[in-house]
């Protein structure tokens, strides 16, 4: 499994109610029902996707995740987990209420464009960067709401939602002195477990 995937893994309770928004193939979800005793479904677009969860055996919902998650009810999930995908849909700001109406705890990864690296390239350059971790060019790339560490834990104080954990890693999904020391400028991956303010 993905090294990724093993860090959100290790957030999640053991039998518990889990929606994966972004599933891909679906490999997350096995895991945690073959070692977690997770009920679990997962939301993908992408027909390979769907069709590699199928194959695994994993309950598979095809849905545009920028059109809401309106079809669940609130307080349908334990965990709703979205990894690497929130920096790609076009309202992650609503998206993120909605997880938190319908799942009692969020987790949240994405990429940090504050890296410096990131940064070093677009001073030299002038131009947008390209990493192994954001290949795409500006023009074509999914990535349509890049942020920061800082970024995005402003949005979470502006909703009054609670940071339960924090962890960021280097590019091969590490954690050193340096990266605790100054998150925002050495991190390249976020690993967030949010909850509202008024649930324990």
């Given at each position: 499994m993905r090294r990724d995937l093993e860090i959100v893994s290790?957030?999640?309770p053991d039998s518990s109610r889990v929606l994966d928004l972004g599933c891909g193939n679906g490999e997350l979800l096995a895991h945690l029902a073959a070692y977690k005793n997770v009920n679990g479904y997962g939301?993908?677009?992408d027909p390979q996707g769907i069709k590699a969860c199928i194959k695994a055996g994993v309950n598979v919902i095809e849905q545009d995740l920028n059109k809401g998650l309106a079809n669940f009810q609130s307080d349908s999930f334990d965990t709703v987990v979205m990894t690497e995908t929130v920096q790609s849909v076009q309202r992650p700001?609503?998206?993120l209420d909605e997880m938190l109406r319908i799942g009692k705890q969020c987790i949240i990864t994405y990429p940090n464009f504050a890296h410096?690296?990131?940064?070093?390239?677009?001073a030299v350059r002038g131009e947008m960067p390209i990493s192994a971790d954001l290949p795409h060019t500006w023009y074509n790339t999914p990535n349509?709401?890049?942020?920061?560490?800082?970024d995005f834990e402003s949005l979470c104080r502006l909703k009054s939602l609670t940071i339960r954990a924090r962890f960021v890693t280097d590019n091969r999904y590490?954690?050193?002195r340096l990266i605790n020391w100054?998150?925002?400028l050495f991190g390249t991956h976020a690993f967030y477990r949010i909850a509202r303010?008024?649930?324990e």
């Open positions: 290790n957030l999640i939301i993908e677009i700001d609503i998206l410096w690296r990131l940064r070093l390239y677009l349509i709401h890049l942020c920061t560490f800082e590490q954690n050193h100054f998150p925002n303010s008024n649930v």
